[in-house]
């Protein structure tokens, strides 16, 4: 199992370009999730999914979209990227719903938006 | 909602002492789970440890153990005899229903 892959590692934009940043897990999770990386507040979640077609708000979904069509796939789009969205992004998925599962996560996206 | 605090935002140790990383949580769920990852330098994140809310009994693992104590709201970290590999950030996370949220992190320093 590749586990939890995510591309690009690095990327750079300028402001008010879009991008698509792409997570994709092989091991049949429902859920899966986006999480941002600010230093020290820790890591921030933006959106997450129950399974295929299912997406919901987290702690800081604006600027932020988010679709679900397979159960391997969860895309994270900036529609127009500001420099607020500098930031490590971290795609992660669990088992199911439960609580009781941990996440598995993947290496990262570092974003910088000049 | 759910808050995680992490009071200690970095620490440096010497090789081989012990050194203990605090986590408070502030929770209203009475089922919620406690987590541990560490993050280090390489950047992934690993998972170290899972606790739920209806189990209060330390945990050892090695040189890491884990004391959780319902009534302070805290699930803290010991690593004993420190080494260098041990050097990374650390994260604590309270996960109910369908939210994992960390606290700020500690960075821990092990010197050589």
Request: glycine share 8%.
């Amino acid at each position: 199992n590749a586990g939890v892959t995510q591309t690009p590692k690095f990327q750079v934009l300028k402001t008010g370009q879009s991008m698509t940043l792409q997570c994709a897990q092989d091991m049949n999770h429902e859920y899966m999730s986006w999480y941002r990386q600010d230093p020290g507040m820790g890591l921030r979640l933006i959106h997450y999914s129950v399974g295929a077609g299912i997406t919901d708000q987290g702690e800081v979904p604006n600027g932020y979209n988010v679709s679900r069509s397979t159960t391997e796939d969860f895309p994270l789009r900036l529609l127009s990227a500001a420099p607020s969205q500098t930031s490590v992004y971290f795609c992660a998925s669990r088992l199911d719903t439960s609580s009781y599962n941990e996440q598995f996560f993947g290496p990262g996206t570092r974003l910088t938006v000049l | 909602a759910q808050k995680v605090t992490q009071a200690q935002t970095e620490i440096s140790v010497v090789e081989k002492e012990d050194v203990t990383l605090d986590c408070v949580y502030e929770t209203r769920d009475t089922t919620y789970y406690l987590f541990w990852y560490k993050q280090p330098p390489s950047g992934e994140l690993v998972f170290l440890i899972r606790r739920n809310s209806f189990d209060e009994q330390n945990e050892i693992s090695g040189r890491y153990s884990w004391n959780f104590q319902k009534s302070t709201s805290s699930f803290n970290f010991t690593i004993t005899a420190s080494q260098v590999v041990d050097s990374a950030v650390y994260f604590c996370a309270n996960n109910a229903g369908n939210m994992l949220t960390f606290g700020g992190g500690t960075r821990l320093m092990v010197k050589p």
